[in-house]
């Protein structure tokens, strides 16, 4: 997937909704994902994506 697949804001917008609510749910992401139908591997790419993000974003205020 190249890097403009994840700069599109609708798409970042739903699996932002997702993340949040995996991450409130207390569910392994297997057990979010089976439930919600989601592919586990694009869940990891997201948050791999998502936690670049915020590593950049940290590394910037310095």
């Known amino acids: ?3 403009r697949h994840f700069e599109n804001k ?3 917008s739903w699996w932002v909704v997702h ?3 995996w991450q ?3 569910m392994t992401r ?3 994902c089976r439930v919600h139908r989601l592919t586990k591997d694009t869940l990891d ?3 791999k994506y998502f936690a670049g993000n915020e590593a ?3 590394h910037a205020e310095y």
């Open 1 to 3: 997937m190249n890097l």
């Open 19 to 21: 993340v949040e609510a």
């Open 10 to 12: 609708a798409r970042q």
């Open 56 to 58: 950049a974003r940290k």
């Open 45 to 47: 790419r997201w948050l």
């Open 30 to 32: 297997t057990e979010y």
């Open 24 to 26: 409130r749910s207390g």
